[in-house]
C-alpha cells in the first residue's frame, strides 16, 4: 500500500509509517523495516516519534536482535520510556536471553520500579531456565515495592452481555458446566495431537500433572469454551484478552478451531489473532 501510495502522489504521515513499521515487525521484515525509518526523514522530512521508535525495537526484538534493539535503544535522540525498554524485555523472554533480561530490567527501574508485570516477566524467564534465586530475589523486591502483578482476564460478548473470565475462574455461575466441558475439550485436543505446553507454568514443586491444570484453566480457554457452549455452531467466537496469549491458549485455539470448524478472533494486547482450519494469521510469530 505504502508502494501504491507513492506511485499516486499520496504523501504519507507519520501515521502510515507506525502502520508499515508495525506491519514489518509482525512479519519480521528487518532490513525493510530500517529502510522505511530511514526514509522518513530522508524522503519525507518526518521526525520519528516514540510510536516509530518502538515499533523499531519490538522489530528487531521479536528477530531475535537483541544486541542491536539495546543499541538502537541507547543511541536514541531522545530520553527511552519505560514502555521501550519493556518491549526489549518482553523480547528477551521470547528467545530466552536471562543475561540481557536482566540488565534490560535495570535500565527500567531507573525510570520505573512499580510496574508488576517486569517483575513477572523477568522472574518467569529465570525460572523457566531453574534459576530460583533470581525467582526469589525478583519476587521479594516485588513485594517490597508494592508491586501488583495485574491478572490475566479474558471476556466474551454473548447476546449482549460481556462474561470476564481469569485463570482458575471458579467464580462464574456456569463455573461447573465451564469446567466440565472445558476438561472433555482438552481430552479431544490431547486426542488431535495436542500436547500442554508445561515449561509455560514456572513452579518448581510441582509435577506436570498439576501443571496441565493450571494450564486449562487459563482465561483464554475458559472464555472460549464459554462461547463454544453459548453460541450457535459456525459462529465465531471473539474474546478479548488484557495481556498476551499465551502459547498453550494460542495452540489449544488453533486446534479448537479445526475441530469445531469455527473462526476465533482472540484480540490480546499485542495484536489480533484469526484462528480457522488449524491456523492462525499471525502465522505463529507474535
Given at each position: ?11 504519507p504521515?507519520?501515521?502510515t ?30 521526525v ?32 527511552p520510556?519505560?514502555i ?23 535500565r ?60 482458575g ?11 466440565h ?10 486426542l ?27 482465561s483464554?480457554?475458559?472464555?472460549i ?46 495484536r ?7 491456523e492462525c ?6
Amino acid at each position: 500500500m505504502l508502494e501504491e501510495m507513492k506511485k499516486e502522489k499520496v504523501q504519507p504521515d507519520e501515521i502510515t509509517f507506525v502502520a508499515v513499521l508495525s506491519a514489518c515487525s509482525h512479519n519480521g521484515l528487518v532490513e525493510e523495516g530500517y529502510e522505511c525509518f530511514h526514509s522518513m526523514t530522508n524522503e519525507y522530512g518526518i521526525v520519528p516519534h516514540i510510536k516509530h521508535y518502538g515499533c523499531m525495537v519490538d522489530l528487531l526484538g521479536r528477530a531475535g536482535r537483541l544486541d542491536e534493539a539495546y543499541k538502537f535503544i541507547d543511541e536514541l535522540p531522545i530520553k527511552p520510556t519505560p514502555i521501550l525498554w519493556r518491549t526489549l524485555l518482553s523480547a528477551c523472554s521470547s528467545h530466552g536471553n536471562v543475561e540481557m533480561g536482566k540488565q534490560v530490567i535495570e535500565r527500567i527501574f531507573e525510570l520505573d520500579d512499580s510496574h508488576g508485570g517486569d517483575y513477572v516477566v523477568l522472574s518467569n524467564l529465570c525460572a523457566r531456565y531453574e534459576k530460583w534465586e533470581d525467582v526469589n530475589f525478583l519476587r521479594k523486591k516485588m513485594v517490597d515495592k508494592g508491586a501488583v502483578k495485574i491478572p490475566g482476564c479474558s471476556s466474551i460478548e454473548v447476546n449482549n452481555i460481556v462474561h470476564e473470565f481469569f485463570s482458575g475462574d471458579g467464580v462464574h455461575s456456569t463455573s461447573n458446566a465451564l469446567h466440565h466441558t472445558l476438561d472433555e475439550l482438552v481430552k479431544e485436543l490431547k486426542l488431535a495431537g495436542s500436547v500442554p505446553d508445561t515449561s509455560l507454568v514456572f513452579h518448581a514443586d510441582m509435577d506436570d500433572g498439576e501443571k496441565e491444570i493450571i494450564l486449562r484453566y487459563h482465561s483464554e480457554k475458559l472464555a472460549i469454551t464459554y462461547g463454544l457452549l453459548n453460541t450457535p455452531p459456525g459462529t465465531t467466537i471473539r474474546v478479548m484478552k488484557n495481556l498476551r496469549v499465551c502459547g498453550d491458549c494460542h495452540n489449544a485455539a488453533k486446534f479448537i478451531s479445526f475441530i469445531f470448524g469455527r473462526q476465533i478472533i482472540v484480540r490480546d494486547v499485542q495484536r489480533f489473532h484469526h484462528f480457522k482450519d488449524g491456523e492462525c494469521s499471525s502465522g505463529d510469530y507474535w
